[in-house]
Nanobody, 125 residues
Framework: QVHLVESGGGLVQAGGSLRLSCAAS????????MGWFRQAPGKDRDIVAA????????YYADSVKGRFTISRDNAKNTMYLHMNSLKPEDTAVYYC??????????????????WGQGTQVTVSS
């Protein structure tokens, strides 16, 4: 069992920055893909970014390319999302997740087995 806790969300003005963290416990996650998803009110939960087990492969949604950076520190069992040039449309609850199969890279939410409780990011205009 993996327990994930997100932190770092909050209220920021458009153009500002935030760094989200996702701390994992219960099991070492250094052989699993990790990802960030977000869900805005009335919308589906969508992939934001994903990172392979060793950080060698990353994926970004088109809407965040060039503004967000995903990273991980396997020694700390932690993943990060650096968010720059934030826009009001980035407002959502952000969730971190751990993939269900070792070594396997996926950006599909159904391929992720463990989820955090979410952290709210609100960007004001």
């Amino acid at each position: 069992q993996v327990h994930l806790v997100e932190s770092g969300g909050g209220l920021v003005q458009a153009g500002g920055s935030l760094r989200l963290s996702c701390a994992a416990s219960g099991r070492t996650i250094n052989t699993y893909t990790m990802g960030w998803f977000r869900q805005a009110p009335g919308k589906d939960r969508d992939i934001v970014a994903a990172i392979s087990w060793n950080g060698g492969n990353t994926y970004y949604a088109d809407s965040v390319k060039g503004r967000f950076t995903i990273s991980r520190d396997n020694a700390k069992n932690t993943m990060y999302l650096h968010m720059n040039s934030l826009k009001p449309e980035d407002t959502a609850v952000y969730y971190c997740a751990v993939g269900g199969r070792r070594w396997y890279f996926s950006v599909v939410s159904t391929e992720y087995d463990y989820w955090g409780q979410g952290t709210q990011v609100t960007v004001s205009s």
